[in-house]
């Protein structure tokens, strides 16, 4: 059984562990006169929620093909984290891996279709507000229908999050008696303080209906609803009210593992510490039809690395797509844990050392070990999207935001530290005055959650997106995300471009 329980914790096996998985999957055609009716069906139904929350290539959405928020083109990793002062620019063969590792998003403009275009979600949105209309005109108890209705409300609000993170407030029907072609056709952008209004209430109903442990692994639940909650006050600078929302997670029962590798392994993907993860599975190709799966050993392994279960990964002997910056790299105490995850060099199939020296553009990323079986398949280890280690960074950076360094923020900082790094406390130096630690909180963050797809988003919200890219040679631009030609000439005139293009 792949969804192995995380031996040695006898209150995680009841609290945490689960061998029954969501592969959020519909097939054939539904008869809206009768369907969905049973609880059965509704399990169906609200299944998909989840599609755009999948580690596949995309999912289809009334046909078009649209990218998923976890896939290895488009997904998290390229839109957030490769653009930034933490991965290399690749040059191997140009396309959009130079662009995004260069954080050049001009090309976005000319998309030839919807196909890897994200703010087409801003239909899957329109879809969700349609299925929750559906669950709230059902004969389902209250219960049943608030739970439901919990899915299809984190589902959009977490859409709408990674939407404002790209393109600024999108235009979005939350009103079902708006999902009409004569709205629809209006594409206005609302103001931010309202799109960013909408998000927090799906968040915060979806936290109040999700249960903390759903009986299913991958569903959603209470963690993940108030970590994206609180990331959303975060990037906002809304620290005030993200304070609670970080200590709610706190009282959930999550803890720090003391291995941090563990967190990125199939055989304790499931753990105390991880709320939520995209399900990977071994052997999968990634297409819609099939279980998630984690192509990572493709993009950040050189061709020529020792030891893969994969026969032909998708870069060169000596380089890989994806890899870290030599800076990111020496910023690290060389006595950290989570370090080791980066390789600065390595002996090759050849018998030949490769490194800096050699001409390796930067560390192999090795934070998903290319283990599984069958050989020559993408990988199975799940993909963690909500860990407690992040609540705990967050926290400890809005508490010295409102209140400065504080003991309680410094102590947040330690434990992950100590957990994860097998380092010792934050240097006096570093927690001197508000500033001073805020800065050594992103350093922290950076060393945590590098290669999880909240880089760019950590630096802006500190003030250091520009200085970062240019601290390793990259040229900032906007930061957002420009409108698709495609998309504005469907919007007809009301649809505005992201500032910047």
Not at 113 to 124: I, L, N, P, S, Y
Request: charged share 20%; with cysteine; hydrophobic share 35%.
């Amino acid at each position: 059984m792949k969804k192995a329980l995380l031996m040695g914790f006898v209150a995680a096996i009841t609290i945490f562990g689960s061998c029954k998985k969501l592969n959020p999957q519909l097939y054939g055609s539904l008869n809206s006169q009768t369907f969905p009716k049973t609880t059965s069906d509704f399990d169906s139904y609200v299944a998909q929620a989840y599609e755009p929350f999948q580690s596949k290539w995309n999912f289809l959405d009334d046909g078009i093909a649209s990218p998923c928020w976890f896939s290895p083109e488009y997904g998290q990793i390229l839109e957030f984290d490769y653009g930034t002062d933490e991965m290399a620019v690749f040059t191997g063969w140009g396309g959009i891996f130079t662009d995004f590792s260069e954080a050049n998003y001009t090309f976005l403009k000319s998309l030839p279709d919807q196909g890897d275009d994200h703010f087409e979600k801003t239909r899957t949105i329109s879809r969700l507000t349609g299925m929750i209309q559906v669950i709230n005109n059902s004969s389902l108890s209250a219960d049943a229908k608030n739970e439901y209705i919990a899915e299809c409300r984190m589902s959009r609000g977490w859409n709408m999050y990674y939407l404002l993170q790209l393109y600024g407030p999108v235009p979005v029907i939350l009103d079902p008696s708006k999902l009409d072609a004569t709205d629809e056709a209006n594409l206005t952008r609302p103001q931010r303080a309202d799109y960013v209004a909408d998000i927090v209430s799906d968040l915060k109903f979806a936290a109040q209906y999700l249960p903390v442990m759903p009986g299913v692994y991958g569903k959603f639940n209470q963690g993940l609803a108030l970590t994206v909650l609180m990331r959303t006050y975060m990037n906002e600078k809304d620290f005030t009210d993200a304070i609670p929302v970080g200590k709610l997670i706190l009282g959930l029962g999550y803890s720090l593992v003391n291995d941090y590798a563990s967190l990125f392994q199939s055989a304790t993907e499931q753990n105390s510490e991880t709320m939520w993860a995209a399900i990977a599975e071994p052997g999968s190709n990634g297409q819609w039809q099939s279980p998630g799966f984690n192509a990572w050993d493709f993009y950040t392994y050189p061709s020529d690395y020792p030891g893969h279960m994969v026969t032909q990964p998708w870069a060169f002997a000596g380089d890989a797509a994806i890899a870290a910056t030599w800076q990111f790299y020496n910023s690290f105490d060389p006595a950290d844990k989570r370090r080791s995850l980066l390789i600065p060099s390595y002996i090759n199939k050849s018998g030949q050392l490769v490194n800096q020296a050699s001409g390796l553009s930067g560390p192999v990323i090795a934070k998903y070990p290319d283990d599984d079986p069958p050989a020559g398949s993408y990988q199975g280890n799940d993909i963690p999207a909500a860990r407690l280690a992040d609540v705990m960074l967050m926290l400890a950076e809005a508490e010295n935001q409102v209140n400065g360094p504080t003991s309680e923020a410094i102590g947040y900082v330690n434990q992950v530290r100590a957990a994860h790094g097998g380092l010792g406390v934050v240097p006096s130096s570093a927690t001197t005055d508000k500033n001073t630690f805020d800065l050594w909180i992103l350093k922290e963050e950076g060393w945590e959650l590098y290669f999880e797809g909240d880089r760019k988003m950590e630096l802006i919200r500190h003030g250091q997106y520009n200085q970062a890219l240019q601290s390793v040679g990259k040229t900032p631009g906007p930061v957002l995300e420009p409108i698709s030609y495609f998309d504005l000439a469907a919007g007809k005139g009301t649809l505005t471009q992201t500032p910047g293009y």
